[in-house]
């Protein structure tokens, strides 16, 4: 048990929907990455926040959003949402979000867009 | 451009050794990780170098070569639930990490 905790662990949806996957951190860990991982393209970053603060932003689509809240957890919003956008999301947590520290995985929402 | 190469499949029998390579063109280095990955599962970590040379943890060690741009996870000792996906990863930047594809380890009887 990683201690970063993701809900729910599935999801099922249509196309042109909207979804928000939630994530909590370790305890004491300030920075939050969320990553997409499917089939083909492996594990891709979108973005990252320290201490409520966007830091670092990856291949993240204009329909896609997130934000960390006060108590540090953070939310992952997809909207408009087409067949493509099926994968595995997994947020990572980390102290500080520097480098030499290791992410710590939560166990991943699987979306499938019907 | 950034790159990240791992083969993509490899296969061994228990009780012995297996090297995964990966080599790395990134705009910048702050560290090499290698994360372990079964099927569905979360990534989990397993070990990070930023000097040249060798960590050992175990059965498992990892080299790299800051001037060659390549690193390697040497597994020992190979069990069957070893069978899984090892993810080279560069922290360019001191945030997020940088995933190759990924090396599907499968070990057999």
């Known amino acids: 048990d990683s201690g970063v905790t993701q809900t729910p662990k599935h999801l099922i949806t249509a196309t042109g929907q909207r979804v928000t996957l939630r994530c909590s951190p370790r305890?004491?860990?300030?920075?939050v990455y969320w990553y997409q991982q499917s089939l083909d393209q492996g594990l891709q970053f979108l973005i990252q926040?320290?201490?409520?603060?966007?830091?670092a932003k990856g291949n993240i689509l204009e329909r896609f959003s997130a934000q960390q809240f006060p108590d540090l957890h953070s939310e992952l919003n997809l909207s408009s949402l087409e067949l493509g956008d099926s994968a595995l999301y997994f947020c990572?947590?980390?102290?500080?979000?520097?480098?030499?520290?290791?992410?710590?995985f939560g166990d991943g929402t699987r979306l499938s867009i019907l | 451009g950034q790159n990240i190469d791992q083969p993509t499949e490899m296969t061994a029998t228990e009780g012995a050794i297996v090297q995964i390579n990966c080599t790395y063109q990134?705009?910048?280095?702050?560290?090499l990780f290698w994360y372990q990955q079964h099927a569905g599962e979360a990534p989990t970590f397993l070990s990070y170098?930023?000097?040249?040379g060798l960590e050992e943890k175990g059965r498992f060690s990892s080299f790299l070569s800051r001037s060659k741009g390549y690193s390697y996870l040497l597994l020992k000792e190979l069990q069957m639930k070893d069978s899984a996906s090892y993810l080279c990863?560069?922290?360019?930047?001191?945030?997020?990490?940088?995933f190759g594809k990924g090396t599907t380890l499968s070990v057999s009887s």
């Open positions: 305890s004491g860990d300030l920075s």
């Open positions: 990572a947590s980390s102290v500080t979000g520097g480098g030499n520290q290791p992410q710590h």
């Open positions: 926040y320290y201490n409520g603060e966007e830091r």
């Open positions: 170098n930023v000097l040249d």
């Open positions: 990134t705009s910048g280095f702050n560290g």
């Open positions: 990863a560069v922290d360019q930047a001191g945030t997020a990490l940088i």
